[in-house]
Structures are given as structure tokens and as C-alpha cells.
């Protein structure tokens, strides 16, 4: 049975730092992208980052314009979890985050910020940004 576990959510001030954490059970992340996703107060889901890749070939990781050059998304395989690192908050990331697995085809990279394109879930964590 497939579960993703969040943890690490809470609240920050601006230009504060979180890191996230989705620990993965019964499955393989070699062959899933793992995806965080985010929905803010009246706002639609949205895909933040994605973390695809084999531990035997390379690495790729996708970001949101808005996240870009303030959210690091990495994986450690013998822990079997991804992680975000949050950097310089501001109140637009006020959010529940959630992460995201689906099962590695060819076209994931077109897709990846659909939350329907996405098969497990877990059960969200806060992210608060406020001083």
C-alpha cells in the first residue's frame, strides 16, 4: 500500500526558510516523480516542484516560475523521502502543501503541475508565512 507522509510545515516569518518532508512507503522512487504541490487560501492547487530520476542515471527537477531560485526539491533514496527546502518565504507561500506520486511514464514533464495527472497523495501540511 502506497502512503506519502508530510512533515515540517509550521509558521515563518518572511524571508524565513522551512524544509518539507515526504516520506514514502510502497514504492519505489526510482521509478515515481514525486511532486509537492500547494493550495493557498481561495486558491486553486497548484504544482510547485518535481523530482524524477533513477539513483543509476540523472536527476531532474521541474519548479513553478514563482519558486524558482527559492525552493530546492531533493531525495534521499535510503530514506526513501523528498524533500523542499523553502527559502525567503513571503506570504504567497501561506499554504497546505501537499506531495504528489505518479508511476514515471514518458511526457511526465508536460504534466507534471496537473494534480490529476497524479495517483497518491498525502494528507497535506500547513505552511504559514507571517510576522
Known amino acids: 500500500q502506497v502512503q506519502l507522509v508530510e512533515s515540517g510545515g509550521g509558521l515563518v516569518q518572511p524571508g524565513g526558510s522551512l524544509r518539507l518532508s515526504c516520506a514514502a512507503s510502497g514504492l519505489a522512487l526510482d521509478n515515481y516523480a514525486i511532486a509537492w504541490f500547494r493550495q493557498g487560501p481561495g486558491k486553486e492547487r497548484e504544482g510547485v516542484s518535481m523530482?524524477?530520476?533513477?539513483?543509476?542515471?540523472?536527476?531532474?527537477?521541474e519548479y513553478v516560475d514563482s519558486v524558482r531560485g527559492r525552493f530546492t526539491i531533493s531525495r534521499d533514496n535510503a530514506k526513501n523521502t523528498v524533500y523542499l527546502q523553502m527559502n525567503n518565504l513571503n506570504s504567497d507561500d501561506t499554504a497546505e502543501y501537499y506531495c504528489?506520486?505518479?508511476?514515471?511514464?514518458?511526457?511526465?514533464?508536460?504534466?507534471?503541475?496537473?494534480?490529476?495527472?497524479?495517483?497518491?497523495w498525502g494528507q497535506g501540511i500547513r505552511v504559514t508565512v507571517s510576522s
Open positions: 504528489a506520486a505518479r508511476r514515471l511514464s514518458p511526457g511526465i514533464v508536460r504534466v507534471w503541475k496537473s494534480a490529476n495527472a497524479y495517483d497518491y
Open positions: 523530482f524524477r530520476g533513477s539513483s543509476s542515471t540523472k536527476y531532474y527537477a
